[in-house]
C-alpha cells in the first residue's frame, strides 16, 4: 500500500513563493513517477508538473519557469517549488504517484494525496 500526505499549502501574497511537500508512505518511492495537479473552485482538475520514473521533469504551460518540481529520495519527499505566484494559481493541489509499468502504459496515477490548499491574493 501506498498513502501519500500533501503539506505545505497556505496563503500567500502574489509573487510571493511556496514549496509543497508530499511524503509517501509504503512502496518503493524512488521507482515511481510522481506529479502534481491542482483543482481550482469550481474547475477540473488539472496536470501542473511532474517527474517520471526516468527522471524527467515536465511542466503545464502555464507553471513552467515558474515552479520546480524535485525529490528526495533519501527523505522520501517529493516537492513542488512555487515561485512567482498568481492569483490564478490558487487551487488545492494534490500529490500523485505511479508505477513504472503504469506510466510507461498509460497517463494514469495509481497513488493521490490529500489536497492541500494555496491561496494566492493579489
Known amino acids: 500500500q501506498v498513502q501519500l500526505q500533501a503539506c505545505g499549502g497556505g496563503l500567500v501574497q502574489a509573487g510571493g513563493s511556496l514549496r509543497l511537500s508530499c511524503a509517501p508512505s509504503g512502496g518503493a518511492f524512488s521507482s515511481y513517477g510522481v506529479g502534481w495537479f491542482r483543482q481550482a473552485a469550481g474547475k477540473e482538475r488539472e496536470f501542473v508538473a511532474r517527474?517520471?520514473?526516468?527522471?524527467?521533469?515536465l511542466y503545464a504551460d502555464s507553471v513552467k519557469g515558474r515552479f520546480t518540481i524535485s525529490r528526495d529520495n533519501a527523505a522520501k519527499t517529493v516537492y513542488l517549488q512555487m515561485n512567482s505566484l498568481k492569483p490564478e494559481d490558487t487551487a488545492v493541489y494534490y500529490c500523485a504517484a505511479r508505477d513504472a509499468v503504469t506510466e510507461r502504459a498509460s497517463r494514469e496515477w495509481n497513488w493521490w494525496g490529500q489536497g492541500t490548499q494555496v491561496t494566492v491574493s493579489s
Open positions: 517527474l517520471t520514473y526516468t527522471g524527467i521533469a
